[in-house]
Nanobody, 125 residues
């Protein structure tokens, strides 16, 4: 299984970025997809998740109303649209592929056996 994240960069506070994660080696449309982030010196934390069909989504409280997760199963790609970015959103963002069910533990790292390499997002004040 390979996950390739892209779309990170440097943006000013209040700006927007869209991250993409292209998946291969697994039947993409069968699995929950998630985004996590890790800031320097901090634990990797949950950002958002989306069910296999895209009908269900879940967000960390810190990003609700600003970030939107979506997926295109025909393109084996999951997206994270990030608006109204804040300096505290600065981190390396990782995509991950999880189980098949919309599991209550979807916010936990150990629900996701496969991870991408990460893409850096830096928000300047």
């Amino acid at each position: 299984v390979q996950l390739q994240a892209s779309g990170g960069g440097l943006v000013q506070a209040g700006g927007s970025l869209r991250l993409s994660c292209a998946a291969s080696g697994r039947t993409f449309s069968n699995y929950v997809m998630g985004w996590f982030r890790q800031a320097p010196g901090k634990e990797r934390e949950f950002v958002a998740a989306i069910s296999w069909s895209g009908s269900s989504t879940d967000y960390a409280d810190s990003v609700k109303g600003r970030f939107t997760i979506s997926r295109d199963n025909a393109k084996n790609t999951v997206y994270l649209q990030m608006n109204s970015l804040k300096p505290e959103d600065t981190a390396v963002y990782y995509c991950a592929t999880g189980g098949t069910s919309w599991n209550p533990i979807r916010q936990m790292k150990n629900f996701y056996p496969y991870w991408g390499q990460g893409t850096q997002v830096t928000v300047s004040s």
